[in-house]
């Protein structure tokens, strides 16, 4: 989920916290409860920083191993330690249990998204992205904000955040059958199809679609259980060419080709150099793939630069390689 959806998931969380007899018979305790719940909803995502180093790393990183098993465990006892400095008196058990739920929740959140995360590790290094749930869903963001409100006008917090909750699990499994009912209606659409990727958007009833058959790539938009197809592309398999085959050992390609399960390639030959390029097909946004991977190569296959990440038009896109078009 956004920011935004998971500070307002931890104060609910600090509300719900409430109904322990005791967080809410002692004000330390519901004080040290809330500040634990709020940074624990943020602290999965402390890896976001590593855009500063730059996308390749981000993209390989990003929900990984700060979302992983062993992560879920470690962060409630890092967050418990830094909160009792403000708040010594508090008790421990309870500070580290609703530490250890806020965490959680996050984690398990982000498993809805199209994104997803790698919440199996070290188990498995696979992604879990159900694509459920939109990474900034309004209904669920303003129900949170409601109960918040709710909150701050009076009304008892423990039982506010308990009903929301409630509501909430009813509104997952609804955009479980919503999803089940567009992969039935794309199965008639394209009988052949061997995987398919199913992504909300920020409206309620449209959907992103990649599906791969034998054959072919399939682009399209769903609406209820209208599908539309944009897109279709020969399915062609990845060449094992000295061009490729040094392309990959580049880190935004690597990086690129580690996340992204759907994907088509080309190579454009110049006069002076090669580049190749790997284009996501989840994301069409106006007709354009804005999630890439390219590189540039010299004829002596030298990596000349590269770059991989979200571009809307190819004059940025030549900005970033920061080279010349032959």
Same mark, same amino acid.
């Given at each position: 989920?956004?920011?935004?959806? #998971?500070? !307002?998931?931890?104060? *609910? =969380?600090? +509300?719900?916290?409430?109904? @322990?007899?005791?967080?809410?018979?002692?004000?330390? $305790?519901? #004080?040290? !409860?809330?500040?634990? *719940? =709020?940074? +624990?909803?943020?602290?999965? @995502?402390?890896?976001?920083?590593?855009?500063?180093? $730059?996308?390749?790393?981000?993209?390989?990183?990003?929900?990984?191993?700060?979302?992983?098993?062993?992560?879920?465990?470690?962060?409630?006892?890092?967050?418990?330690?830094?909160?009792?400095?403000?708040?010594?008196?508090?008790?421990?058990?309870?500070?580290?249990?609703?530490?250890?739920?806020?965490?959680?929740?996050?984690?398990?959140?982000?498993?809805?998204?199209?994104?997803?995360?790698?919440?199996?590790?070290?188990?498995?290094?696979?992604?879990?992205?159900?694509?459920?749930?939109?990474?900034?869903?309004?209904?669920?963001?303003?129900?949170?904000?409601?109960?918040?409100?709710?909150?701050?006008?009076?009304?008892?917090?423990?039982?506010?955040?308990?009903?929301?909750?409630?509501?909430?699990?009813?509104?997952?499994?609804?955009?479980?059958?919503?999803?089940?009912?567009?992969?039935?209606?794309?199965?008639?659409?394209?009988?052949?199809?061997?995987?398919?990727?199913?992504?909300?958007?920020?409206?309620?009833?449209?959907?992103?679609?990649?599906?791969?058959?034998?054959?072919?790539?399939?682009?399209?938009?769903?609406?209820?259980?209208?599908?539309?197809?944009?897109?279709?592309?020969?399915?062609?398999?990845?060449?094992?060419?000295?061009?490729?085959?040094?392309?990959?050992?580049?880190?935004?390609?690597?990086?690129?080709?580690?996340?992204?399960?759907?994907?088509?390639?080309?190579?454009?030959?110049?006069?002076?150099?090669?580049?190749?390029?790997?284009?996501?097909?989840?994301?069409?946004?106006?007709?354009?793939?804005?999630?890439?991977?390219?590189?540039?190569?010299?004829?002596?296959?030298?990596?000349?630069?590269?770059?991989?990440?979200?571009?809307?038009?190819?004059?940025?896109?030549?900005?970033?390689?920061?080279?010349?078009?032959?």
């Amino acid at each position: 989920m956004d920011t935004a959806t #998971h500070v !307002v998931m931890g104060i *609910a =969380i600090g +509300g719900l916290a409430t109904l @322990d007899p005791v967080v809410a018979e002692n004000t330390v $305790n519901s #004080h040290s !409860v809330l500040m634990a *719940a =709020i940074i +624990g909803s943020q602290i999965p @995502d402390i890896d976001t920083f590593l855009k500063l180093r $730059n996308n390749a790393v981000y993209i390989r990183n990003h929900r990984g191993v700060t979302h992983s098993i062993p992560a879920v465990l470690f962060w409630p006892i890092v967050v418990t330690a830094f909160v009792s400095l403000f708040y010594p008196e508090a008790n421990l058990l309870h500070l580290w249990l609703w530490s250890f739920a806020a965490v959680f929740l996050h984690v398990f959140v982000d498993i809805f998204n199209a994104y997803g995360t790698q919440a199996l590790r070290p188990f498995s290094a696979k992604w879990v992205a159900l694509g459920i749930i939109n990474t900034f869903d309004p209904i669920i963001f303003g129900i949170h904000a409601l109960g918040i409100i709710l909150w701050i006008l009076g009304a008892e917090p423990g039982q506010t955040f308990l009903t929301m909750y409630i509501v909430l699990i009813f509104y997952y499994l609804i955009r479980f059958i919503m999803q089940r009912t567009v992969r039935s209606a794309l199965l008639k659409t394209i009988p052949d199809a061997e995987e398919i990727i199913i992504a909300p958007t920020m409206s309620f009833n449209q959907w992103r679609l990649a599906v791969t058959s034998k054959d072919c790539f399939y682009v399209g938009r769903a609406f209820k259980r209208s599908i539309t197809i944009f897109d279709k592309f020969k399915r062609v398999p990845v060449p094992e060419t000295p061009i490729i085959e040094t392309a990959k050992k580049d880190k935004n390609i690597s990086a690129f080709l580690s996340f992204s399960p759907v994907y088509r390639w080309e190579i454009s030959e110049y006069n002076h150099y090669y580049e190749v390029r790997f284009i996501d097909l989840r994301y069409r946004s106006n007709g354009h793939y804005p999630f890439v991977a390219i590189v540039q190569l010299d004829t002596e296959l030298n990596i000349i630069t590269s770059y991989t990440g979200w571009i809307f038009s190819e004059e940025k896109l030549r900005k970033k390689l920061n080279v010349i078009v032959d």
